[in-house]
C-alpha cells in the first residue's frame, strides 16, 4: 500500500502539489477564523451571568417565537442595519449574535465591529448547538 502510494507521488506530482496547496490553505483558513470573535454556549452563558451581554438572534420572527435565549433581541438578518439603532447604547457591552447554524451571525458580527461596537461576537454554532447543549429556551 505504501509502495503504491510513493509511486502515485512520482507519477503524479502536479496533483501532488495542488492537493497540499488546497489542503495547507484550508487549514490556514480555519485555524485563522476558528476563534475568529466566536464564543461557545458556555462562554455566551458566562458573558450573560456576568457582564450582562446583549444576545440579539437574528433569525426570522417565527423561528426566534419557536424558540430562543432568555433576553434575546429578535433582528432579523435583513432588517440589521435598519435598527442598529435599538442598539446603540449597548456599545459597550457585550453583544452575542445568534443565527441557527452559527454560519451566517458572522456577517452581522462584523457588521456591529465596524459600527464601533467593542466587543462584538458570534454563538459558534449558532441555537442548533444552544439546543444540543441542552440550555434552556424560551417559547413565545
Not at 5 to 12: A, P
Not at 64 to 74: E, Q, V
Not at 86 to 99: A, D, G, Q, R
Amino acid at each position: 500500500m505504501i509502495d503504491q502510494l510513493f509511486e502515485f507521488v512520482q507519477n503524479h506530482p502536479l496533483l501532488v502539489g495542488a492537493f497540499l496547496l488546497v489542503l495547507l490553505a484550508w487549514l490556514l483558513y480555519e485555524v485563522r477564523n476558528s476563534g475568529a470573535h466566536g464564543v461557545t454556549t458556555g462562554e455566551a452563558t458566562q458573558l450573560v451571568n456576568r457582564e450582562d451581554a446583549v444576545v440579539v438572534d437574528i433569525r426570522e420572527a417565527k423561528d426566534f417565537k419557536a424558540g430562543h435565549i432568555a433576553g434575546a433581541r429578535n433582528i432579523p438578518q435583513g432588517s440589521i442595519d435598519d435598527r442598529m439603532n435599538e442598539l446603540e447604547k449597548h456599545k459597550s457591552k457585550p453583544v452575542i449574535v445568534v443565527c441557527k447554524h452559527g454560519q451566517t451571525a458572522g456577517a452581522v458580527q462584523s457588521k456591529l465591529a465596524k459600527a464601533g461596537f467593542e466587543r462584538a461576537f458570534k454563538l459558534k454554532g449558532g441555537m442548533t448547538q444552544w439546543q444540543s447543549d441542552g440550555l434552556p429556551l424560551v417559547k413565545k
